[in-house]
């Protein structure tokens, strides 16, 4: 059982930025896909991004298109804990965002999805 806590959302003009954390209970925190997802009201749930589990000594970072070269998503397992930074915020980057665990490992487009463990979500409001 992986329990998630997010913290760091809040209210920013656009352009400004935040930075998300998720902190996780647990032992095998390294063993984890570790993503971050987002949901704005009226509409699903989507893909924000994800990092690997340690697969030899690199970490792979996959990320939606609407936040590539915005966000980045990092990890620090002494610390079990997930980050996504978010640089250049837009209006419509507003929405209540969720960090989640994956315990298989996945690469590419098959990390946007089959996530076991989710956070209660922070909210982040971008304002124009």
């Known amino acids: 059982q992986v329990q998630l806590v997010e913290s760091g959302g809040g209210l920013v003009q656009a352009g400004g930025s935040l930075r998300l954390s998720c902190a996780a209970s647990?032992?095998?925190?390294?063993?984890?896909?570790m993503g971050w997802f987002r949901q704005a009201p009226g509409k699903e749930r989507e893909f924000v991004a994800t990092?690997?589990?340690?697969?030899?000594?690199?970490?792979?970072?996959y990320y939606a298109d609407s936040v590539k070269g915005r966000f980045t998503i990092s990890r620090d397992n002494a610390k079990n804990t997930v980050y996504l930074q978010m640089n250049s915020l837009k209006p419509e980057d507003t929405a209540v965002y969720y960090c989640?665990?994956?315990?298989?490992?996945?690469?590419?487009?098959?990390?946007?999805?089959?996530?076991?463990?989710w956070g209660q979500g922070t909210q982040v409001t971008v304002s124009s």
């Open positions: 989640a665990a994956k315990s298989a490992y996945c690469s590419g487009y098959d990390c946007h999805s089959g996530y076991d463990y």
């Open positions: 647990g032992r095998t925190f390294s063993s984890y896909v």
């Open positions: 990092i690997t589990s340690r697969g030899g000594s690199i970490y792979y970072a």
